[in-house]
């Protein structure tokens, strides 16, 4: 199993850049799947972005070009970097890792993300 812990947000006016980061409790190399949710109030939870086997990294159309998904092996952390934010991104960013396919995922506890207009 792994855990999940992750920080980096906080408030920040629109166009301005966050970088939030997941770190994990043990290596991240042979962790399949490790993504970002994000869950605003009143709203379903919306998957955000996610890199497979280190390399193969996938965003929603709404942040494509804004946000970059990166992983340090050393430090067992994965980041997600939010440049041009805008009051739609508020919420609560979440991370998860799937170790292997199919196997059910562990998830952080959530950071807040909140972007003024």
């Known amino acids: 199993q792994v855990q999940l812990v992750e920080s980096g947000g906080g408030l920040v006016q629109t166009g301005g850049s966050l970088r939030l980061s997941c770190a994990a409790s043990?290596?991240?190399?042979?962790?399949?799947?490790l993504g970002w949710y994000r869950q605003a109030p009143g709203k379903q939870r919306e998957w955000v972005a996610d890199i497979i086997s280190g390399s193969i990294d996938r965003y929603v159309d709404s942040v494509k070009g804004r946000f970059t998904i990166s992983t340090d092996n050393v430090k067992n952390t994965m980041y997600l970097q939010m440049n041009s934010l805008k009051p739609e991104d508020t919420a609560v960013y979440s991370c998860?890792?799937?170790?292997?396919?199919?196997?059910?995922?562990?998830w952080g506890q959530g950071t807040q993300v909140t972007v003024s207009s």
């Open positions: 043990r290596s991240i190399l042979s962790i399949n799947t």
């Open positions: 998860y890792a799937e170790l292997r396919v199919g196997e059910a995922w562990a």
